[in-house]
């Protein structure tokens, strides 16, 4: 990080719409005004400890109780000192003896159309036979497991058996490579892997065992692999290594009582990419992350018993870990799960499975949005979605155009929307609107959860007026924080606690405005610099985004002699032909909506953007591409290479 990039960002972003939450959802919210958030953050912010030790003695089930709240030896944190519990138990075992017992858990929905519902007692017995399966092949508490699996309710269920053992978990994603595979099991140093013949996507096979046997042969710490059966693909099954999941299942007791584990236990390995090549293995433990992501899930998705709630997540992003998996069953609700693609068989899949399953709250990525605008609002228009009554988002700044097309197009006007800020690091939620109390303003995450203290400084640990940008940083421990990077202490340290003194570095800039809301203004890194202004890539995007003609685009620096930097940038248009006038047009409506500083000097039209397998921009990527450089960096988390191709052809 060079230490320029520590100076002050300058907003040039005007946004003035506020929406209040609907006096109908404030009158059922659990927490139902501002004043109500500001005596609950304020608590939360006078002791912290106290506020954190009351939920978790009632809100977890303890076989020992903890002796002390945290213990923060900086930057290591320890969280319930010498208590015992156990994830899987909290998820599971405790709403067995109340009304939730039948209550649905998993609602879930394969891509080929094909249904399955999972109450809390099913789930808990299968989790159990799994957890005695995981035993059966050797694995004990503190061994790494391996999952590389499509989005099926087994994926959930071999997760929860981990913790109910206290194998730690490391998912990854089914879509990445088998080199990758093996980087992760070997950082990890894996036991087990757990995988699936293949999944579904687009109506295709994708063949996830065969996959895994490439990256078995580079993961030399893995001695066994369970296969489920779900597509019915030709496998190759290894003699003495491969077991199939339905066969070791049928021999398995359903008695299988959860280890107490001590607080600090570790629960899961996440690998995340970082600035260079090798991604980082984030460390999640047990009780902290527990009660972070279930109060988080309860607070910011307002959740009620009766609600079916639907992250459109994948298990193997930290978004799936928590408020698919972990958040929502520690609080007892019905979840919706998806195997597959958006626009499989057609574009409307999403809306029809929330008319079908009447849906009450949604929670996506702008990505995502940003895509359903470019089908064409057709899609949406076919189906009832008056089962809505919250909408969220997470994963990258909304631009508040596409915010006011959620808000009117799929919440019909009367769904309050939670911009979620976080991180893989956090565990979970940091900033965010409480549906019931925020009023909110399109591309604003407003404001932090009750316990999160948050500041946005300058390179000296300073902070910096309202409405000018600065390093987000956060001040103080929560019980969700990652404890570590797997294996890399240094790094640990390095990356996020060398910067700003005592303050937790987030790598993302932002801004507070004059009512205390706090909007992201991208990655440090992803700063433009154009003559002595510092300028944020995501309120360029907004301000292109604002014109009818384009659904999407990413704005790069590209050295300048003059200016330092000039701007760069690369637009997806909805159904508008490029042309020249065009170009002309969207300088000229940059410059109107934010001022000539921020008008574009270079515009290039592109049918897609290089994003990662997240679906974030790599705005790297566009960064060698508009300066002209050859080699690109590292492009394995790339979702579809052909893009950058196209990208590259596009030039001269
Ligand atoms: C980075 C973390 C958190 C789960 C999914 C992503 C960006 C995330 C927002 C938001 C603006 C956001 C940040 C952050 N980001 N949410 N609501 N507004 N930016 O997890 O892959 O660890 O990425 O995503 O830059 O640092 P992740």
New binding site residues.
């Given amino acids: 990080m060079n230490e320029t990039a520590g100076g002050q960002i300058d907003t040039v972003m005007q946004e003035a719409r506020v929406f209040p939450p609907p006096p109908e959802f404030s009158a059922q919210a659990r927490i139902k005004s501002l004043e109500e958030y500001r005596a609950i953050y304020d608590r939360a912010k006078r002791d912290p400890e106290s506020f954190w030790a009351e939920f978790a003695r009632e809100e977890l089930h303890w076989f020992e109780p903890f002796t002390k709240v945290l213990e923060w030896n900086e930057p290591y944190a320890n969280w319930f000192v010498g208590g015992k519990t156990n994830v899987s138990y909290n998820c599971l075992d405790r709403h067995l003896e109340t009304a939730r017992r039948h209550k649905a858990a998993l609602v879930w929905e394969g891509e080929p159309g094909d249904q399955r519902t999972l109450t809390y007692a099913q789930l808990h017995r299968e989790v159990c036979r799994f957890a005695n399966v995981l035993k059966e092949l050797g694995v004990g508490a503190g061994d790494r497991v391996s999952i590389y699996m499509p989005m099926v309710p087994e994926l959930a269920i071999a997760m929860l058996a981990c913790a109910r053992i206290g194998a730690v978990h490391s998912v990854i994603f089914a879509g990445f490579s088998a080199e990758a595979i093996a980087d992760r099991n070997h950082d990890a140093e894996a036991k087990l892997q757990i995988t699936a013949d293949g999944g579904w996507r687009r109506g295709k096979v994708l063949p996830l065992k065969a996959t895994v046997d490439e990256a078995l042969e580079k993961s030399p710490t893995v001695q066994k692999c369970i296969v489920l059966r779900r597509v019915g693909n030709e496998v190759s099954m290894k003699e003495g290594r491969d077991y199939w999941w339905h066969e070791l299942m049928d021999q398995a007791s359903a008695d299988c009582p959860a280890e107490p584990l001590d607080s600090e236990h570790p629960l899961f390995i996440l690998y ?2 970082g600035s260079t090549g090798k991604p980082k293995g ?1 460390r999640h433990t047990t009780a902290g992350y527990n009660l972070y992501v279930k109060k988080t899930f309860e607070w910011v998705f307002d959740y009620r018993d009766e609600d079916l709630f639907w992250c459109t ?1 994948d298990c193997g ?3 799936g870990h ?1 408020y698919i998996v972990y958040g929502p069953l520690s609080a007892g609700a019905s979840v919706m799960m998806y195997e597959g693609a958006p626009n499989w068989p057609a574009e409307d899949r999403f809306w029809r499975i929330i008319e079908q399953y009447g849906v009450n709250t949604l929670y996506t ?2 990505t995502a949005i940003r895509a359903f605008i470019k089908w064409g609002d057709e899609h949406v228009e076919k189906h009832d979605l008056s089962s809505l009554r919250l909408l969220g ?6 631009n508040p155009e596409a915010w006011m097309w959620y808000h009117e197009k799929i919440g019909g006007g009367r769904c309050p929307i939670v ?8 565990g979970g ?1 940091m ?2 609107p409480l549906p019931g109390a925020t009023p909110t303003k399109p591309g604003s ?1 407003t404001k932090p959860l009750p316990g999160i203290l948050p500041r946005i400084v300058d390179a000296h640990g300073n902070d910096v007026p309202v409405n000018q940008g600065g390093w ?1 940083v956060i001040a103080h421990p929560w019980p969700g924080m990652l404890r570590g990077i797997w294996g890399d202490d240094e790094r640990y340290v390095e990356q996020y606690w060398s910067q700003v003194p005592r303050c937790y570095l ?3 800039n932002a801004r507070i405005d004059e009512d205390g809301y706090y909007w ?1 203004m ?2 440090i890194d992803d700063v433009i610099n154009v003559s002595g202004h510092r300028l944020s890539t ?1 309120e360029v995007e907004s301000a292109l985004v604002s014109h009818e003609a384009v659904a999407e685009a990413a704005a790069v620096g590209r050295p300048d002699e003059i200016k330092g930097q000039a701007i760069a940038v690369f637009v997806v248009l909805k159904d508008a032909e490029p042309s020249d006038e065009l170009r002309n047009e969207l300088r000229q409506h940059v410059r109107k909506e934010i001022g000539a500083l921020a008008q574009p000097d270079d515009i290039r039209f592109t049918n897609a953007l290089p994003k ?1 397998r ?1 679906g ?1 921009i790599m705005r790297r990527l566009l960064r060698d591409i508009a300066s002209g450089k050859e080699t690109v960096g590292d492009t394995s988390t790339l979702e579809d290479y052909t893009v950058l191709a196209k990208l590259r052809g596009d030039e001269e």
């Fill in positions: 995340t990419s984030i997540a992003w930290i978004t928590s990525a702008p988002t997470v994963g990258e700044g909304i911009d979620t800020w976080w991180q893989t690091e956090t939620i900033m965010s995450c987000l987030t790598g993302d992201i991208g990655r995501i990662t997240s974030k």
